[in-house]
């Protein structure tokens, strides 16, 4: 019976050794010299000019949750796709409803003028 075990613990036995080399060698390896160059943050190869610390305007954020928002209401639609074929018009009627809602969420955005990108 414990003998079934035995491959799992030596799996475990190797995933703890390697996270234990991981873990010491590289920096005895590499050493621990800081330079100006290994300082900068690397930006596709361009020297920054400004620090990445600044403030965004509101507006990105809000563009971005609008998309996650969005973005998830079309992941429940596509369960509902899958089984359209057994909802019959029930699943027609429910998911014009839901798109219904989505519409009137979008066109309230939209009034509110949180899709202007220039603002």
């Not at 998911?95 to 979008?106: E, K, N, R, S, T």
Request: charged fraction near 15%.
């Amino acid at each position: 019976m414990l003998s079934d075990y035995f491959p799992l613990l030596i799996f475990l036995a190797a995933i703890f050794v390697f996270g234990l080399i991981a873990l010491f060698f590289p920096p005895w390896l590499a050493g621990a010299r800081t330079t100006t160059a290994k300082a900068l943050p690397y930006e596709s190869g361009i020297v920054p000019r400004t620090t990445a610390r600044r403030r965004f305007a509101v507006s990105f954020y809000l563009t971005a949750m609008l998309f996650i928002i969005f973005d998830v209401e079309a992941i429940f639609i596509y369960p509902w796709a899958v089984i359209l074929k057994g909802l019959r018009w029930f699943g027609i009627a429910e998911m014009a409803v839901f798109v219904g809602i989505l519409l009137i969420a979008l066109i309230y955005v939209w009034k509110k003028g949180a899709l202007e990108w220039g603002s």
